[in-house]
């Protein structure tokens, strides 16, 4: 079992950055995959970045490519997020997931059995 609770939301304007953290209970957080989604009014929710266990692999949505940055830190067991250069459109409740490495797919958010609370990220124009 894995509990998460995000950090880090708040209103940002736009081009300016955000970091977000996942923080995560138990002992095997270093055996998850962790991933990050967003879901915006109105709209489905949609993988942003997900990365491995060992954080050799990442995944990146084209909309986040070159502008935010997944990243974790096994011995505090937190994955982070990364937002630079935001826009309006980013403007969502952030949720970070974990999952088993297998299957070894990083941005299906069905294969995430475990969830955090979300926090909200606004960006304004």
């Known amino acids: 079992q894995v509990q998460l609770v995000e950090s880090g939301g708040g209103l940002v304007q736009a081009g300016g950055s955000l970091r977000l953290s996942c923080a995560a209970s138990?002992?095997?957080?270093?055996?998850?995959?962790m991933g990050w989604f967003r879901q915006a009014p109105g709209k489905e929710r949609e993988s942003v970045a997900a990365?491995?266990?060992?954080?050799?692999?990442?995944y990146y949505a084209d909309s986040v490519k070159g502008r935010f940055t997944i990243s974790r830190d096994n011995a505090k067991n937190t994955v982070y997020l990364q937002m630079n250069s935001l826009k309006p459109e980013d403007t969502a409740v952030y949720y970070c997931?974990?999952?088993?490495?297998?299957?070894?797919?990083?941005?299906?958010?069905?294969?995430?059995?475990?969830w955090g609370q979300g926090t909200q990220v606004t960006v304004s124009s």
């Open positions: 990365i491995t266990w060992s954080g050799r692999s990442q």
């Open positions: 997931a974990a999952k088993r490495p297998n299957p070894t797919s990083l941005q299906a958010g069905s294969l995430y059995p475990y």
């Open positions: 138990g002992r095997t957080f270093s055996s998850y995959a």
